[in-house]
C-alpha cells in the first residue's frame, strides 16, 4: 500500500461533482458494540468511556454499554429527524452486528436511500488486532462485506474501520474485494488515490478532529462551542476553495449517543441550516466523490 505525497500549492484544480466548492459529507456511524467478550482485558470499545474506570472484558460494563444503546433507541432517531426536516442526505457507516443486531436502524436509512458504507464486524474489534495475520484480517473484511450484501442486497463500495484502526495490509484486502473507496486515511481535505497491488482505492478521508466524540467527550466542548467549530471548519475551507480555485471535501462525524442527545442535537440542526444558505456548498455522498475523482485524478495529483 502507498500514497503520493502532494504539497497542496502543488497540486492540480480538484472538482467535484455538480461543480460545487465544498463538498460536505455528514456522517452518523450507526455502530454496535457486544456487551462482554471472552478476554480479562480492558475492552476498548472505540471511543471516550462515559465512566473511565475499566473493567475487564468478561464482566459487563453496564453505564458504558447503555450509554451508547441510548443512540440505538433514542438518539439515532432524534438525528433521523434532523436531517429528514433539512432534507439532507447522509452518509451512514454500519458495523455487520448493527445490520444483525439492530436492523430497524439499518433499514431506516436504506429506506430514506443514504449511502451506507462498511464499518468492520464489531465496533469493540479492531483490524489492529490482526496487524501480523493477514489472513485473519481478511476474514473479519470479507465476514462484514458478506453481512452487507446479504442485508442490503448489494455490494459495499466503501470501508470506514473501526476506530480508523487498519493495518498495512486493509487495503489490499479491500482492493480485493472490490472496494472502490477507503475512509481511514484523515490526512487531507481533498481526495487522492491509493495504489495497491490488488489495484487502486480512492481515499475519501473521514475526520477524527470535525467529530462529536472529539469535540463534545475528549475536549469537552459545549454545544455552541461545538457549532462554532463546524461554521468556522466550513467558512475556512470554502474560502480557501475560492481563493485557490479548487474543491475541497469537509466530514462531519457523528455518533448517536453523541450529537443525539437532546441538548445537544441543536448543533447540528443550526449547523445543518448554516451548510444549507451557501449556495457553493453541496452535500455529497463518499461514493459520488470517488466517481467523479475517478475520471481526472491524474490531473489533481499526478501519480
Known amino acids: 500500500m502507498n500514497y503520493p505525497y502532494s504539497a497542496y500549492p502543488n497540486r492540480?484544480?480538484?472538482?467535484?461533482?455538480?461543480?460545487?466548492r465544498l463538498g460536505l459529507i455528514m456522517t452518523i456511524n450507526l455502530e454496535y458494540w457486544d456487551l462482554t467478550k471472552n478476554s480479562e482485558q480492558p475492552y476498548y470499545a472505540?471511543?471516550?468511556a462515559i465512566l473511565p474506570d475499566p473493567l475487564p472484558a468478561n464482566v459487563p460494563d453496564f453505564p458504558n454499554f447503555m450509554w451508547r444503546e441510548y443512540g440505538q433507541r433514542a438518539g439515532v432517531w432524534r438525528l433521523f429527524e434532523i436531517f429528514d426536516t433539512?432534507?439532507?442526505?447522509v452518509s451512514c457507516t454500519i458495523n455487520a452486528?448493527?445490520?444483525t443486531e439492530r436492523p430497524e436502524i439499518v433499514k431506516a436509512a436504506d429506506s430514506r436511500g443514504w449511502e451506507i458504507v462498511a464499518h468492520n464486524y464489531e465496533q469493540g474489534e479492531?483490524?489492529?488486532d490482526y496487524a501480523h495475520n493477514r489472513e485473519a484480517e481478511a476474514e473479519v473484511i470479507k465476514s462484514t462485506l458478506a453481512v452487507y450484501h446479504d442485508v442490503l442486497g448489494r455490494p459495499a463500495k466503501g470501508w470506514l474501520s473501526s476506530s480508523m484502526r487498519g493495518t498495512l495490509n486493509t487495503c489490499d484486502i479491500l482492493a480485493e474485494e472490490g472496494i472502490l473507496f477507503y475512509c481511514d486515511f484523515i490526512n487531507d481535505d481533498q481526495p487522492y488515490m491509493i495504489n495497491t497491488s490488488s489495484g487502486d482505492l480512492v481515499s475519501v478521508p473521514y475526520s477524527n478532529?470535525?467529530?462529536?466524540?472529539?469535540?463534545?467527550?475528549?475536549?469537552?466542548h459545549t454545544t455552541d462551542e461545538f457549532y462554532t467549530v463546524l461554521k468556522d471548519e466550513l467558512d475556512t475551507l470554502l474560502s480557501e476553495a475560492q481563493r485557490d480555485d479548487t474543491a475541497k471535501i469537509m466530514n462531519v462525524g457523528l455518533h448517536p449517543h453523541v450529537a443525539g442527545r437532546a441538548y445537544r442535537s441543536r448543533a447540528i440542526t443550526q449547523f445543518l441550516q448554516y451548510a444549507l444558505a451557501r449556495p457553493e456548498v453541496s452535500f455529497l455522498t463518499r461514493e459520488a466523490i470517488a466517481?467523479?475523482?475517478?475520471s481526472h485524478h491524474e490531473s489533481h495529483i499526478p501519480e
Open 126 to 128: 479492531l483490524l489492529t
Open 12 to 20: 492540480g484544480k480538484l472538482t467535484l461533482p455538480g461543480g460545487c
Open 209 to 220: 478532529e470535525i467529530n462529536d466524540f472529539t469535540q463534545l467527550m475528549r475536549r469537552g
Open 291 to 294: 466517481e467523479h475523482y475517478l
Open 46 to 48: 472505540g471511543g471516550p
Open 97 to 99: 452486528k448493527t445490520a
Open 86 to 89: 433539512a432534507k439532507v442526505p
